[in-house]
């Protein structure tokens, strides 16, 4: 990953200021960028793994969990269906580095 300026940790999570509506988070490893991606989200919105997977129309948290916790890669698909049961409504935009 890389950032610039000032990093803090809240919590779980190591927080960096954007400028205007952009943050940039990268890594070679395609199930923990996913992982971060997905935590991320779920936690911002205050949803539970439980709540996750029923939103998903699954019955054990395990089926969201999996996919959060780096064990399993969603396809594009799946990722597109992970991140509606979470924060519906919300973009999120993969994209090549902008950074300089």
Same mark, same amino acid.
């Given at each position: 990953?890389? #950032? *610039? $300026?000032?990093? @803090?940790?809240? $919590?779980? #999570? @190591?927080?960096? /200021?954007?400028? $205007? %509506?952009?943050?940039? =988070?990268?890594?070679?490893? *395609?199930?923990?960028?996913?992982? #971060?991606?997905?935590?991320?989200?779920?936690?911002?919105?205050?949803?539970?793994?439980? %709540?996750?997977?029923?939103?998903?129309? +699954?019955?054990?948290?395990?089926?969201?969990?999996?996919?959060?916790?780096? =064990?399993?890669? /969603? *396809?594009? +698909?799946?990722?597109?269906?992970?991140?509606?049961?979470?924060? /519906?409504?919300?973009?999120?935009?993969?994209?090549?580095?902008?950074?300089?």
């Amino acid at each position: 990953m890389r #950032f *610039t $300026g000032r990093i @803090w940790k809240d $919590g779980e #999570f @190591w927080l960096v /200021p954007t400028v $205007g %509506e952009y943050v940039e =988070v990268g890594s070679r490893d *395609t199930a923990t960028l996913t992982a #971060f991606l997905l935590k991320r989200a779920r936690t911002r919105h205050g949803i539970s793994l439980s %709540e996750a997977a029923r939103r998903m129309g +699954q019955t054990s948290k395990n089926a969201y969990s999996r996919y959060e916790r780096g =064990v399993a890669v /969603p *396809t594009v +698909q799946k990722l597109t269906e992970l991140l509606d049961a979470i924060n /519906p409504g919300d973009d999120i935009v993969i994209g090549p580095s902008r950074a300089a």
